[in-house]
């Protein structure tokens, strides 16, 4: 589709995005009403209302009850460093989600029993419903929420053991691969999958972003022997990190 032939909010939109980036519209500056951008443009109420609603989708703007809609400050983004599994002495739960060492982290977290769903079940190959711990962690970095994680062990692998709650007992806050290497089991190996998908909403406010922006997710799983021992999903704002991955070569 050549650009004369876009719909008529679209090419609206992409002007008004174009002064946003060139700074022509810089942050916390109100956008032009709806009746200016009809008169600007030449075009509809309806018009002018699909553009400004496509700014907002693609997070640009935001409206501010009773006052408008004002050009939003766009974050710088940052570098969300994998490396798979930490040695042990050097992994806790922050240090296996961000593994670059110049960042440095807190975390809160609550652990509770529940059955494993379908999708749990197939990661950690157990059946559904199988009782699993799940674990809930919110990341911080100089006190701003940055991450969101959500983990699953088979209580089939820790249960009664002392690793059972990975945030309390004598391996409190160590990561997965010192606690398990506590009950016999050396993790070798870890699996990730980075995808995006619309956030959740309790997600994007527990983060600090905009409803219905996307977020990029990481699905790891650790392994030993061959055998899931965790199964993980990290969760970031998609407009505020780049996942960046150093491997070993061996």
Not at 61 to 86: D, K, M, N
Not at 118 to 125: G, I, K
Not at 129 to 136: I, K, L, V, W
Not at 201 to 222: F, I, S
């Amino acid at each position: 589709m050549a650009f004369g032939d876009q719909p008529a909010y679209l090419r609206v939109a992409g002007d008004l995005r174009q002064k946003i980036v060139a700074g022509e519209l810089p942050p916390h500056t109100r956008l032009p009403s709806q009746a200016r951008i009809r008169e600007q443009y030449g075009v509809s109420d309806t018009v002018a209302l699909e553009a400004r609603k496509v700014l907002m989708a693609e997070g640009l703007v935001e409206g501010r009850s009773g006052s408008g809609t004002y050009v939003r400050e766009q974050p710088v983004p940052r570098t969300l460093v994998r490396t798979g599994y930490r040695p042990a002495g050097e992994s806790t739960p922050f240090r296996q989600e961000q593994a670059d060492s110049r960042v440095k982290g807190t975390w809160e977290s609550r652990s509770e029993q529940v059955p494993a769903d379908s999708v749990v079940a197939r990661r950690l190959r157990i059946a559904t419903g199988d009782r699993t711990m799940r674990t809930d962690y919110v990341f911080r970095a100089q006190g701003e929420p940055v991450m969101l994680s959500t983990s699953w062990e088979p209580l089939s692998v820790t249960g009664r053991t002392p690793v059972m709650l990975p945030e309390e007992g004598p391996l409190a806050g160590r990561g997965v691969v010192e606690r398990m290497a506590a009950i016999d089991l050396i993790v070798d190996n870890v699996a990730e999958e980075v995808s995006a998908r619309p956030g959740l909403a309790e997600e994007v406010l527990a983060l600090g972003g905009v409803p219905g922006h996307c977020v990029v997710v990481v699905t790891r799983t650790y392994f030993a022997g061959g055998c899931p021992v965790e199964t993980a999903e990290v969760v970031v704002l998609a407009d505020r990190y780049r996942v960046a991955y150093h491997l070993p070569v061996k």
